[in-house]
């Protein structure tokens, strides 16, 4: 028995100093990264925006707003809204919203389209159909795009000579619950970027994507790729096997805002999407995945042992940690909006993550907009 905890003692040391490693080697990677500016284009290309909606009374208004207040040549862009099935308000929202606008159009889904692909991944498809730009912008309902945000993209592909690009989602918070999401968002983001930046990108998020038609269509489209809970995952993943390059960048420009969760359910929910979308990553990331995770019971573990080793620990993690939070903010030329779920970032995760790693081993399906899949 004495054994056995001396191992346990000994796996826990090593998990909390594989752990800071890591966190190192991120600040590193964060701080080197280079000012990402905003490069606009002389002539730009024609766009289509898709945006899927389903059950998004609440939010659609908004994000149509600051759709239609972005500044891209006239016609050279067209927003098209796909409503899958909603059973609220959303069409009428929508059909009030851009009767007087000949840029917008509304496409109202049958559940029969496409019938190899479902969810967002059919709506997507189908708005693709009916697409006429050079470049596919993608976002959702519940987002909000700044003035430059369709210029910022394009100008990322083509100055990149890019297939598929990813900008940067940030959180609108109120309560101390969604201020803990923004900074997680925005630490989210950092690592994405960061792996991005020295050639091992691992994703696109679907909430703030762009992708060339010519790109786009190499893949067979959503209609033919095989169907992903995480959607975004599964086309990023298609480029890559095409060839394509990934493009992804830091800067305010492609900033957007998205509508913070309401409970603790429903960010468990999502990250477990997440995490059975993305089950095929690299291996690296998934031992990367393991670790952080695990830290959250290794130290623990410690502290039982050794109370003043593990207090140095997870003081020099706090500090790293702060750090990162502040190279990506600057990065993002915004000030630190939320100090207090900055400073107590690590009490947010100490819950979150053993939940969501309980939550993910539960036999349930992964739900989204109300359906399980």
């Known amino acids: 028995m004495q054994n056995i905890l001396t191992y346990l003692l000994y796996i826990s040391i090593g998990i909390c100093l594989l752990y800071l490693l890591i966190q190192i080697l991120y600040l590193t990677f964060l701080s080197r990264l280079k000012r990402q500016d905003y490069i606009p284009l002389e002539t ?68 029969k389209e496409h019938p190899k692909t479902k969810g967002k991944a059919r709506v997507l498809a189908t708005l693709a159909d009916q697409a006429k730009g050079d470049v596919y912008l993608i976002t959702d309902a519940d987002i909000q795009v700044p003035k430059l945000w369709a210029k910022g993209m394009v100008g990322m592909l083509m100055n990149e000579n890019g297939s598929i690009c990813g900008g940067t989602t940030n959180i609108i918070a109120g309560s101390n619950f969604e201020k803990f999401q923004q900074v997680d968002w925005l630490y989210f983001m950092g690592i994405i970027h960061t792996f991005s930046s020295f050639g091992k990108p691992l994703t696109v998020v679907g909430n703030n994507m762009g992708i060339t038609r010519e790109a786009y269509e190499k893949t067979g489209g959503y209609g033919e790729i095989p169907f992903s809970i995480t959607e975004d995952y599964a086309l990023f993943k298609q480029v890559q096997l095409q060839g394509g390059k990934v493009v992804q960048k830091l800067n305010m420009e492609t900033m957007v805002y998205s509508k913070p969760l309401d409970t603790i359910k429903s960010v468990l929910k999502q990250r477990k999407r997440w995490l059975t979308g993305g089950w095929d990553l690299p291996i690296y990331y998934h031992i990367m995945i393991f670790i952080f995770g695990a830290w959250y019971f290794a130290l623990p573990i410690l502290f039982f042992y050794n109370f003043k080793l593990a207090l140095l620990i997870l003081i020099v993690k706090d500090c790293l940690q702060l750090f990162q939070l502040l190279q990506i903010n600057k990065h993002l030329n915004l000030k630190v909006e939320h100090p207090f779920a900055v400073l107590f970032y690590e009490l947010y995760l100490f819950l979150m993550i053993p939940l969501t790693s309980i939550y993910f081993l539960l036999p349930t399906k992964n739900t989204w907009k109300g359906r399980k899949y």
Not at 53 to 68: F, G, K, P, S, V
Not at 101 to 106: A, D, G, H
């Open 44 to 111: 730009l290309p024609h766009i289509s925006i898709l945006v899927a909606a389903r059950n998004e009374a609440d939010n659609i208004i908004e994000c149509l707003t600051a759709l239609n207040n972005l500044e891209y040549d006239e016609g050279k862009i067209e927003i098209l809204i796909g409503n899958d099935l909603s059973t609220d308000y959303t069409q009428m929202l929508v059909e009030n919203f851009i009767e007087d606008k000949s840029n917008f159009k509304l496409i109202n889904l049958t559940g």
